[in-house]
């Protein structure tokens, strides 16, 4: 009898930290917003609150770890 092929299976973690636009690109939430916010202005607090596009380099990893995305 024949093996059957192993399933790709999602990796949670990695779902619930990067999400892939129509387009391909992989984006997340900048770091440093947690905790420790009081010695940091509002402007940097803005800014840290937009979600920024991973680099190249991690794509392709992040990508292989979401296989039905």
């Known amino acids: 009898m024949p093996r059957p ?6 990796k949670k973690a990695v ?3 990067f999400k892939i636009t129509a387009t391909g690109k992989v984006i997340t939430s ?10 940091k202005n509002r ?3 803005r800014h840290l ?11 392709y990893r992040i990508k292989s770890n979401l296989p039905f995305a």
């Open 30 to 39: 900048q770091s440093g917003r947690r905790h420790l916010s009081s010695s």
């Open 43 to 45: 402007k940097r607090m």
């Open 5 to 10: 092929i192993a399933r790709r299976k999602t």
């Open 49 to 59: 609150a937009k979600s920024k596009q991973v680099d190249v380099t991690d794509v």
């Open 15 to 17: 779902a619930k930290r």
